[in-house]
C-alpha cells in the first residue's frame, strides 16, 4: 500500500491568492478542498501582506498538508506590478516554511504542460483538465483551479524532485 499525502497548491496573487489541496496515494488524486484568499486593496501593502500571511496560516491549519507547492512569479512588463506579485508570492512560501513543510515550486507553462500536456494551453483548457483529473473539485474562480493544476504538478513531480534531492 503507498503513502497518502496532502498537497496544497498556491497560485500566489496580492489580490487573490488561490490555494487548492487534494491528496495522492499512487496515482490516485482526489479533492479535498480549494478557494481563494484576498487582500483589501484599500489597505497599505504591509497591512495587505498581513492578511495574506494571516488567511494562508489559516488554510495551513485547517487543511494540515504533507507538502506545499507554488507557481513561480513570472515577470511581466510592469515592474512595479511584478514586485508586489513577488511580495505576496513570499507569504505562499514563508507560511509553508514556518509550518516546517517542504515547498516546491513550479513555473506556469511545467504546471500546464503537466496537467494538459502543452506549456502554453489556455486557462479554460487547465481548468477542464482539472475538472476530469478531480471530478468532485468544485472551483468558483480561475484562482483556486490553478491553485489546484499546481498541486496536481506536484503530486506528478513529487517522486522525480525527491529522487534528485537524495543524488
Same mark, same amino acid.
Given at each position: 500500500?503507498?503513502?497518502?499525502?496532502?498537497?496544497?497548491?498556491?497560485?500566489?496573487?496580492?489580490?487573490?491568492?488561490?490555494?487548492?489541496?487534494?491528496?495522492?496515494?499512487?496515482? #490516485?488524486?482526489?479533492?479535498?478542498?480549494?478557494?481563494?484568499?484576498?487582500?483589501?486593496?484599500?489597505?497599505?501593502?504591509?497591512?495587505?501582506?498581513?492578511?495574506?500571511?494571516?488567511?494562508?496560516?489559516?488554510?495551513?491549519?485547517?487543511?494540515?498538508?504533507?507538502?506545499?507547492?507554488?507557481?513561480?512569479?513570472?515577470?511581466?512588463?510592469?515592474?512595479?506590478?511584478?514586485?508586489?506579485?513577488?511580495?505576496?508570492?513570499?507569504?505562499?512560501?514563508?507560511?509553508?516554511?514556518?509550518?516546517?513543510?517542504?515547498?516546491?515550486?513550479?513555473?506556469?507553462?511545467?504546471? #500546464?504542460?503537466?496537467?494538459?500536456?502543452?506549456?502554453?494551453?489556455? #486557462?479554460?483548457?487547465?481548468?477542464?483538465?482539472?475538472?476530469?483529473?478531480?471530478?468532485?473539485?468544485?472551483?468558483?474562480?480561475?484562482?483556486?483551479?490553478?491553485?489546484?493544476?499546481?498541486?496536481?504538478?506536484?503530486?506528478?513531480?513529487? #517522486?522525480?524532485?525527491?529522487?534528485?534531492?537524495?543524488?
Amino acid at each position: 500500500m503507498s503513502e497518502r499525502v496532502r498537497i496544497l497548491g498556491l497560485d500566489p496573487g496580492l489580490r487573490n491568492t488561490g490555494w487548492g489541496v487534494i491528496t495522492v496515494e499512487g496515482t #490516485k488524486l482526489s479533492y479535498v478542498a480549494c478557494g481563494v484568499v484576498t487582500s483589501d486593496g484599500d489597505l497599505d501593502l504591509a497591512l495587505r501582506l498581513k492578511q495574506l500571511h494571516d488567511r494562508i496560516t489559516d488554510v495551513v491549519r485547517t487543511w494540515t498538508p504533507d507538502e506545499v507547492a507554488v507557481e513561480e512569479t513570472f515577470v511581466n512588463k510592469d515592474a512595479q506590478a511584478t514586485l508586489k506579485l513577488g511580495q505576496a508570492r513570499a507569504m505562499s512560501l514563508l507560511v509553508p516554511a514556518l509550518h516546517n513543510l517542504p515547498v516546491a515550486e513550479y513555473g506556469a507553462n511545467q504546471v #500546464k504542460k503537466t496537467v494538459v500536456g502543452v506549456g502554453h494551453a489556455e #486557462k479554460d483548457q487547465v481548468q477542464a483538465m482539472v475538472k476530469i483529473l478531480l471530478p468532485k473539485a468544485d472551483f468558483k474562480k480561475a484562482d483556486a483551479a490553478d491553485a489546484l493544476a499546481i498541486a496536481i504538478a506536484h503530486a506528478h513531480h513529487r #517522486k522525480a524532485r525527491a529522487l534528485a534531492a537524495s543524488l
